[in-house]
């Protein structure tokens, strides 16, 4: 958006990912505290999004097309990856009562105005 990168490289765009908000999960370890006796949770949002969708919000944000900046490279991509991860939540949501508030949309706006935020204070 300010020009300072002309193209991000990125590897496996179409590998799915359960993106949750760190404010989210916050609050799931300090209700995982709060229990008499510790216990393993899986913490996530329970919905997946493609790298690809991301980048194409996230450069949507600011007013541009992915499609123009976003250079697939090979030697990006992990050999032992995994298409798709994708958190259940039920224990949590059944022992904590916890489950994310944050939708991926606010998530991704969020860490898109952050940087551009950090840009701007540092004078890039």
Do not use: C
């Not at 760190?22 to 799931?28: E, F, K, L, S």
């Not at 980048?55 to 995994?82: C, H, M, Q, S, W």
């Amino acid at each position: 958006k300010r020009g300072l990168q002309k193209k991000l490289h990125l590897g496996n765009i179409n590998s799915k990912r359960d993106w949750g908000h760190a404010q989210d999960y916050v609050r799931a370890m300090w209700l995982m505290l709060q229990q008499d006796s510790p216990e393993d949770y899986v913490v996530g949002t329970g919905l997946e999004h493609s790298v690809k969708n991301f980048a194409e919000k996230a450069f949507k944000y600011v007013g541009l097309n992915y499609k123009d900046y976003i250079v697939i490279d090979k030697t990006l991509i992990r050999p032992a990856d995994v298409d798709s991860l994708l958190a259940d939540y039920s224990k949590a949501k059944k022992t904590l009562k916890w489950e994310p508030k944050i939708p991926f949309d606010n998530l991704v706006d969020g860490m898109v105005e952050s940087d551009l935020e950090y840009v701007a204070n540092n004078k890039y």
